[in-house]
């Protein structure tokens, strides 16, 4: 089959069009974004052309697939539509994968990309896997029975997928411009749950991960006590966090390359999954070993002047909080300067007092204007950085492609957090500081 997959190098989409060329399809892209984005490594290694202009002709067999980022009166969408070429939405397609392999679900407000990560890691080193994961890496081998996704609520996305197994990481306030409240949020995750065919490992510390109602079987994971699974940190430094996780007769301690309470919980959801899968413990000790983890989650940069530089997927106010929190560990004697790149109108007014009480943990904070992404400015009147700036003292706007008004102290760590594309925020800070 020909697929022509519209907002190609979005994350979800860019992975997307990499599974579907592993099928065997042919297939090829469309983008406004004409800069190079780290989502096309995988579509570059197979050739996968994209598209930046709406000059190339239309094969009339192509089946058209979008992301919801593109509004439907988008110039592409509407000359595929006058083509008269089939057109399907972006999670109906991936809900026909999840259908043709052993799917491990990987969904939850935070941690979905790192614990996807972590399980396809350890699969990999064991019994082979496919994977589909949203930080623009996708894979499938036919010969492989596993399948892990990680699986984004917007939308309601989640809801047309089919898996044999899921994980929940934990349930928070996101994405309100497609919800009603938090409760349609938890019952959504319940819909997930209901079309689960086996078994499912949620946070049981998160208490709205408690309210999900389902008849499939649930084990709870988390560092209380009234967990099923139990996870107790036994020694964290800055290259390793050390645990031990107790889950039947499961007693044994484990460590990654990863620093945070937060990423101890995703690697318990990980070793929980796979031990239920038949993993030993000996081999999913051994294959986190040498974990790396997924493109932009504390990612580190050494720069000029002893600056060390964090890039950082944290887009929401808890996630902004816990990678605060871990680089305050990590780096107890030193100050932090943050640069926040905010992510839609819609998430900036939903969570503006929680961006000012997050930010405000560093001694420093600059914020960029708001990336729109799928929205309008003229939707959101008076919507700007400036809600969040005025509420912590001393923070200013930067401009990314200048940063005139950037300082940065020798030995400090310059933290960058957003969803939004920081390439070349990334490279001025590195001319900047190199």
């Known amino acids: 089959m020909k697929y022509y997959c519209l907002g190609i190098k979005g994350t979800g989409m860019s992975t997307l069009a990499q599974i579907l060329y592993d099928l065997g399809n042919e297939v090829c892209g469309y983008d406004d974004v004409k800069d190079y984005k780290f989502t096309q490594k995988g579509l ?113 996305h989640f809801v047309t997928y089919h898996p044999s197994y899921t994980v929940i990481t934990n349930i928070e306030e996101e994405h309100m411009e497609c919800y009603r409240d938090l409760q349609d949020i938890i019952d959504t995750f319940g819909i997930l749950a209901a079309n689960t065919k086996k078994f499912i490992i949620a946070c049981g510390d998160n208490p709205n991960v408690r309210k999900v109602r389902t008849d499939r079987e649930i084990l709870y994971y988390g560092f209380n006590e009234d967990n099923d699974i139990v996870a107790q ?102 100050k932090v300067t943050a640069i926040f790149k905010p992510n839609t109108y819609s998430r900036t007014v939903d969570f503006t007092e929680g961006f000012i009480r997050a930010l405000g943990k560093v001694d420093r904070v600059y914020l960029t204007e708001i990336d729109s992404n799928r929205e309008k400015q003229e939707d959101y009147p008076g919507v700007s950085s400036r809600m969040i700036t005025d509420g912590i003292e001393g923070s200013q706007i930067v401009n990314e492609n200048a940063l005139d008004n950037l300082v940065v102290q020798p030995g400090e760590v310059l933290l960058v957090m957003s969803c939004a594309s920081v390439s070349h925020l990334i490279e001025n800070i590195k001319k900047k500081y190199s």
Request: aromatic share 8%.
């Open 44 to 156: 570059d290694t197979r050739g996968i052309e994209v598209f930046c202009d709406n000059q190339h002709p239309l094969d009339p067999e192509m089946i058209v697939t979008y992301s919801v980022a593109l509004p439907l009166d988008h110039k592409e969408l509407v000359r595929c539509r006058q083509n008269g070429l089939t057109i399907r939405k972006y999670n109906e397609i991936v809900g026909e994968v999840t259908s043709l392999f052993r799917t491990i679900s990987v969904s939850g407000t935070h941690g979905k990309t790192t614990t996807s990560s972590l399980i396809r890691h350890i699969l990999e080193h064991t019994v082979g896997t496919n994977y589909f994961i949203g930080a623009g890496d996708g894979h499938v081998d036919k010969e492989h029975d596993f399948f892990v996704i990680e699986s984004d609520e917007f939308n309601k």
């Open 233 to 334: 940190i036994t020694d964290m430094n800055r290259r390793y966090s050390v645990f031990r996780v107790r889950f039947a007769d499961l007693d044994e301690e484990f460590e990654v390359p990863l620093f945070g309470a937060h990423m101890v919980l995703n690697a318990t959801a990980a070793i929980a999954m796979c031990y239920k899968l038949g993993i030993k413990a000996e081999d999913i000790r051994e294959a986190l070993k040498d974990f790396r983890n997924a493109t932009r989650r504390m990612e580190e940069t050494e720069l000029g002047q002893g600056i060390t530089l964090i890039d950082d997927y944290a887009h929401h106010p808890t996630e902004i909080a816990a990678t605060i929190s871990s680089v305050r560990q990590k780096y107890p004697d030193r």
